[in-house]
């Protein structure tokens, strides 16, 4: 079997690290600090409108006021900084019209999983070498996991099957919010909340997921942070085991699906039958009335595959070349003869008014064709495959 296709694709997979995903560690970096920036700014701008507007409040006992502050901080800082999150990656892995971008359109979309795979593997296994999960070993992991799960978000958005992007956005929003509730439960003190986010957690029992420890194989690490680094990959192998089966049923039922199901830059697999014809051939004004013509003696347009594009004879031309180009004819200086069964070239009179495709410089009409996914039209190829509008694959008919 050759391999070189997916040796390529391997490697292209490997210098998106390098160089369309910078955005990404980027990204981490930027936004984890910014987060500590905006956690501390936050902190004490509430507690300082909550004493202007409340007064004196406290925790222990827990109090009305205090409910009310926790609900605010756990939108300022968890739900808001996870929508921000879903945004960003949302935004960088997409183009203006939602489709994943072009460097993640790889034919065998699993090849995008391989890097962050073994980068995850190798995490685990310096984690399992020392014998605890340090603080630099979390971070190894979560860079990992995090780039595990963008990566399976753009293999949601290329594949076919079980392709539900409003699903994907979701993994990254339940993800963010497991991240930003785990810095909350250890950098509180930064807006000076330590004391609030105690006595919410013990407030509604969870104390001991908040700030505990779990003890595995002889391996340590707290439990919420450990939670937040694994929920990534927990959540991105959980969809990719469900696509693989989704893919199967599909290879099973062979399902009819028209191309106007099938989003740009989404993998439209062999294995499904094409349930539509909508990639129609679309003439220009001087071939539609020229197609119009031989029922009143006129010609009729040449095939879709000629290289003159299809058109018919400019209008008033009285140069025999000129017409014996169009009909494929070697004669000069007389009426050409045409063989049997061929049918003759119109020649208007020269007082007719004929419309052509282009009356600035007399050049033969254009084949022009519709995309049926983006409703655009393009100048028609032989060899072309995709739309340019949008980079839909398109049926040969």
């Known amino acids: 079997m050759d391999t070189r296709d997916t040796r390529r694709e391997l490697g292209r997979s490997v210098r998106l690290l390098a160089d369309e995903e910078r955005w990404l560690f980027l990204g981490l970096v930027a936004g984890a600090a910014g987060y500590l920036i905006w956690l501390a700014g936050t902190g004490v701008a509430v507690s300082q409108v909550a004493d202007l507007v409340v007064g004196a409040y406290t925790v222990d006992p827990w109090s009305t006021e205090a409910a009310a502050l926790a609900a605010a901080f756990a939108v300022l800082w968890v739900l808001v900084p996870s929508a921000v999150a879903v945004r960003y990656v949302v935004g960088n892995l997409t183009n203006l019209r939602g489709n994943v971008e072009q460097c993640y359109r790889f034919d065998r979309p699993l090849v995008a999983l391989v890097p962050p795979l073994v980068l995850l593997a190798a995490a685990v296994a310096v984690g399992a070498a020392r014998g605890a999960v340090t603080w630099y070993v979390l971070a190894l ?37 497991v991240a930003t509730t785990a810095t909350v439960s250890r950098a509180a003190s930064l807006g000076g909340q330590t004391a609030l986010v105690e006595a919410a957690a013990a407030r509604y029992g969870v104390a001991d997921v908040v700030f505990g420890e779990v003890t595995r194989a002889g391996v340590t690490a707290p439990l919420l942070p450990l939670a937040a680094v ?139 064709e519709f995309c049926p996914i983006c409703g655009e039209t393009y100048a028609a190829e032989p060899d072309r495959t995709n739309c340019p509008n949008c980079n839909a694959v398109l049926d040969r008919d």
Not at 326 to 346: H, I, Y
Request: glycine letters at 8%; charged letters at 20%.
């Open 141 to 177: 992991l979560a860079v990992a996991n995090t780039l595990l799960l963008v990566r399976t978000v753009a293999y949601g958005y290329r594949v076919y099957s079980f392709s539900v992007p409003r699903l994907l956005q979701a993994l990254v929003f339940v993800s963010a919010v």
């Open 230 to 368: 694994a929920t990534p990959a927990a959540l991105a192998l959980a969809y990719v085991w469900v696509q693989l089966f989704a893919s199967l049923l599909v290879r099973i039922r062979r399902p009819d699906v028209p191309r106007s199901a099938i989003r740009a830059g989404q993998r439209y697999p062999q294995v499904v039958q094409p349930g539509t014809t909508d990639r129609l051939a679309m003439g220009t004004a001087s071939e539609a009335d020229s197609e119009s013509e031989p029922a009143s003696g006129g010609t009729q347009a040449p095939d879709s595959g000629d290289p003159s594009g299809g058109s018919t004879a400019d209008t008033g031309s009285t140069d025999d070349s000129a017409s014996s180009d169009t009909n494929g004819s070697t004669d000069s200086g007389e009426d050409p003869v045409e063989p049997a069964g061929q049918t003759r070239v119109f020649s208007p009179p020269e007082d007719a008014e004929v419309p052509v495709a282009d009356a600035g410089n007399g050049e033969a009409a254009v084949k022009n």
